[in-house]
């Protein structure tokens, strides 16, 4: 099972907007709405952000949003903040001989 | 609130044994599937195994087959994971986490694997 792609770095300016694009196949991001979103801080566990490809946790800031379109799912973060700045992974369900798969990681940086 | 608890990382020598363990608090541990989740240093993150919340399902990831056995013991809210031999590619931290898709994770053990 190849791991989902994602773009190694995306930045933007305080409050702008930006999306991490995760992109699969139809056997796990285009094949289910179980899409998953984690933040990643340096020497930290992952944090849920997103899950079913759209929904937020309770406490997690509306500022993150998700969606999905064929194969690809999408992360937004609106009103960029400093404390933004961190690695970013998906993950999906899979129809493979593993449940799950995990996207390469996206570090997003805050200009 | 949800913990997991990750011990019995450490530094061991290519072709040993470790012993992960991951203690659960704060939900019914019977009633979720589980999994181990590792991130090699300066790496993403990789799915490594699988459990059901029986134990009756099971799943590897094809670079750990043959080599860790996954197991949990629901009377005592614990997920293991029997590392056999280790090979350098295996240094990393290793993290237990709730349902497939993760939703709760441990703050992880490390483990390196060198001579």
């Known amino acids: 099972q190849s791991a989902l792609t994602q773009p190694a770095s995306v930045s933007g300016s305080p409050g702008q907007s930006i999306t991490i694009s995760c992109t699969g196949t139809?056997?796990?991001?285009?094949?289910?709405?179980?899409v998953s979103w984690y933040q990643q801080h340096p020497g930290k566990a992952p944090k849920l952000m997103i899950y079913e490809v759209s929904n937020r946790p309770s406490g997690v800031s509306n500022r993150f949003s998700g969606s999905k379109s064929g194969n690809t799912a999408s992360l937004t973060i609106s009103g960029l903040q400093a404390e933004d700045e961190a690695d970013y992974y998906c993950?999906?369900?899979?129809?493979?001989?593993?449940?799950?798969?995990f996207g390469t990681g996206t570090k997003v940086t805050v200009l | 609130e949800v913990q997991l608890v990750e011990s019995g990382g450490g530094l061991v020598q290519p072709g040993g044994s470790l012993r992960l363990s991951c203690a659960a608090s704060g939900f019914t541990f019977s009633s979720y599937e589980m999994n181990w989740v590792r991130q090699a240093p300066g790496k993403g993150l990789e799915w490594v195994s699988y459990i059901s919340s029986s134990g009756s399902t099971i799943y590897y990831a094809d670079s750990v087959k043959g080599r860790f056995t996954i197991s949990r013991d629901n009377a005592k809210n614990s997920l293991y994971l029997q590392m056999n031999s280790l090979r350098a590619e295996d240094t990393a931290v290793y993290y237990c986490?709730?349902?497939?898709?993760?939703?709760?994770w441990g703050q992880g053990t490390l483990v390196t694997v060198s001579s």
């Open positions: 986490a709730r349902r497939v898709l993760p939703d709760y």
């Open positions: 139809s056997s796990d991001v285009g094949g289910y709405n179980y």
């Open positions: 993950s999906s369900y899979t129809s493979s001989s593993t449940p799950c798969v």
